[in-house]
């Protein structure tokens, strides 16, 4: 008789393990319809879809981090980082501690356009708080440094900030971040904006050593050097940088920032050479900088560009100007 019930508890056992296999696999297969549509633009079926998995399987958490993803699109940040403590609940993984901080730091980012300055100094808190956690599971996680310098420009905590950079670079000197390698761009874009040129030109150099494909990295690289008036080391760089994205298939409009750069810079440097011995390479120089302004308003269609493409004609305008003198 005892030996009719272990065989008995033991069928069920295993009829139970095959059930809850059944449901994991299914619920894997799932979330793959789930991300075809989310490809596809069409969130909320894709939402539905995942919620679906989670219904068979509730211990995926991979359907939970995906549909952490689309409450991020539409920016429901609360929404996202309850998805993203569900996801981290059934597996303590770092990278979903990483997330929450991120969607804090986009909910601040939010907050401060619409001056709410108090509310998102707590967004902000709250990043940083999340980031440590990350960090205290790895401390060479380079995506939670990255987040927490982040975290601490939006709440104006500069110092910390380059710390943050600084040890997201040791991390991971190569980590690319949408194409680029942010660890550094951003750091040497913070020295640049209080005017610590030669500290930015170093990381930024750096950077290059280690991300030598890096065009949006090497544009501003280019756009210090033009302000510390190295125009022609500038302009090469910038025309690298644009090698770099086209080689690369960076979309246009990582390329606007070099396209106008190199124009800035072609027009200085043919201005500081007006009265040298080089004076005869001026109208070429002057020349060059018209056909990449003249480029850069083919390609700047977006209403965020329209400063810069009025500043652009105005720029034509007054080079074809100065042409017209210098052939006098």
Known sequence: MKSLQKLVAFGCLAFCVVACNS????????????????????????????????????????????????ELDYHNYNGAVQ???????????????????????????????????????????????EMKRAIEHDQYYAEAHLGMARCYLGMNRYDDAAKAYEKAIRSNPTLRTNGVAAQYQELGALYQKFGFFREAQAVLDNGMMNNPDDGQLETTLADVLYDTEQYELAIAHYNTALQSLTRMGQSQATQLTAYYGVARASAALAQSLELSERHEEVPGIYNQAIKYYEQFIALAVSDEDSIRKADAVERIREINSKLEWLEQ
């Open 83 to 129: 998805y993203l403590e569900l996801a981290a609940g059934i597996y303590d993984d770092p990278r979903y501690w990483c997330k929450m901080g991120n969607a804090h730091m986009e909910y601040g980012r939010d907050l401060l356009r619409a001056r709410n300055l108090s509310e998102a100094a707590l967004a902000f808190g709250k990043c940083t708080s």
């Open 23 to 70: 449901a994991k696999v299914e619920s894997a297969r799932i979330v793959q319809d789930g991300i075809k549509l989310y490809e596809a633009k069409q969130l909320d079926k894709a939402l539905a879809t995942f919620k679906n998995a989670v219904s068979r399987d509730p211990n995926n958490d991979k359907a939970y981090e995906l549909m952490a993803q689309i």
